[in-house]
């Protein structure tokens, strides 16, 4: 036992610089990893659109042209940055409607910079997988449609929206966007 304290002695300082290195080592990786997404609504309107009185025009916005509510579409910016000095993701993302803590509806994401015109057609692809780099911030505008069914809802004080996604690690997160009631005009 004696000789293994004295060759602990014969060689201690070269011990204490492999264990001091291999806990540098450790604590920058661990640094490295650590961070997550910050989210700053920047812009947020939505409006409600009305079935329309003849059927052949479709929805309007116009209440006077329509009195049952057809939907509410909304578009709102956000500003998000990725504090972490790895790459990390947002995929699989929805809008998620609560009445006090009680999921009503779960709604998909479009991304607005998909936005196409073609022969008076609108076409919006859904959201599929935003990349964000290390230490980055990046803007996206986003909209969704909250269908007939949940749209007469939104005018309850006790309505918020959340926007739900899933991290790298398949884990759920979210952003809240909206808390109250969405008045008509």
């Known amino acids: ?51 329309s009185k003849e059927k052949h ?6 209440k006077k042209y329509g009195q049952e509510i057809e939907s509410y579409r909304f578009q709102f910016t956000l500003d998000i ?21 009680k999921l009503l509806t779960s709604i998909p994401v479009n991304d607005e910079e998909t936005r196409r015109i073609v022969s008076r ?3 919006v692809d859904q959201t599929t997988v935003f990349n964000f ?3 980055e911030t990046v803007n996206i505008i986003l909209s969704a ?7 007469g809802q939104l005018t309850n004080k ?8 899933k991290n790298e690690k398949n884990k759920n997160k979210y952003f809240k966007i909206y808390k109250g009631a969405i008045e008509e005009e």
């Open 1 to 51: 036992m004696e000789t293994f304290i004295n060759f602990i002695k014969d060689f201690e300082g070269i011990f204490g610089a492999i264990l001091g290195s291999a806990t540098t080592l450790i604590i920058t990786d661990i640094l490295h990893k650590k961070g997550r997404l910050k989210f700053y609504l920047m812009d947020y309107n939505g409006e409600y659109w009305y079935e």
């Open 145 to 151: 449609e909250i269908p007939k069914e949940f749209a």
């Open 133 to 135: 780099n290390g230490k």
């Open 81 to 101: 940055y990725n504090t972490s000095e790895l790459p990390k993701i947002m995929r699989d993302l929805k809008i998620e409607v609560y009445e006090n803590k």
């Open 57 to 62: 025009y479709g929805p309007t916005k116009d």
């Open 158 to 165: 006790n309505i918020f929206l959340k926007l739900n996604y």
């Open 121 to 123: 057609c609108i076409t």
